[in-house]
């Protein structure tokens, strides 16, 4: 597997249908135009059943708390905490149904006890929705 280190609000350097699986963990938030980035993410994955496009990102409902990402480096030290922009739910479904992409999953994921167990930062999160996740693929 290699990676490649990229602005995602232009275009990728990458080769149209090049991929199985595209995979974008936790940075649509982060994105102004959101119908860019899933056409984007679209036009370099394979079409048909065997492309699949997973998203990832915080879901708006912490961002009603007051929740958004940062970012700590034990090495130096160093705070960072990145503008998360209130795209809605329906922005990202409507965004990936612009960029011509058909939704195949979309789900909602809670901070749970469990979650809270492990993690007690989570506790205040008890019942909020977290994250969300949409798999969508190439018509």
Excluded: N
């Excluded at 280190?5 to 995979?23: K, M, S």
């Excluded at 915080?58 to 960072?80: C, E, I």
């Excluded at 007690?120 to 949409?134: C, D, K, Q, R, S």
């Amino acid at each position: 597997m290699r990676s490649l280190r990229h602005d995602v609000t232009r275009p990728l350097p990458l080769a149209g249908g090049a991929f199985d699986c595209v995979l974008c963990c936790l940075v649509a938030e982060h994105i102004p135009d959101l119908a860019a980035l899933f056409r984007e993410l679209g036009r370099v994955c394979r079409p048909g059943p065997r492309g699949a496009i997973i998203v990832s990102a915080m879901h708006p409902a912490l961002m009603l708390r007051g929740v958004q990402a940062r970012f700590h480096d034990p090495r130096t030290g160093t705070h960072a905490q990145l503008a998360s922009l209130p795209h809605q739910i329906s922005d990202y479904v409507s965004a990936a149904l612009r960029a011509g992409l058909a939704i195949a999953h979309f789900g909602e994921h809670s901070v749970d006890r469990s979650l809270a167990a492990s993690y007690p930062h989570a506790e205040t999160y008890v019942g909020w929705p977290m994250l969300f996740l949409l798999k969508a693929a190439r018509r």
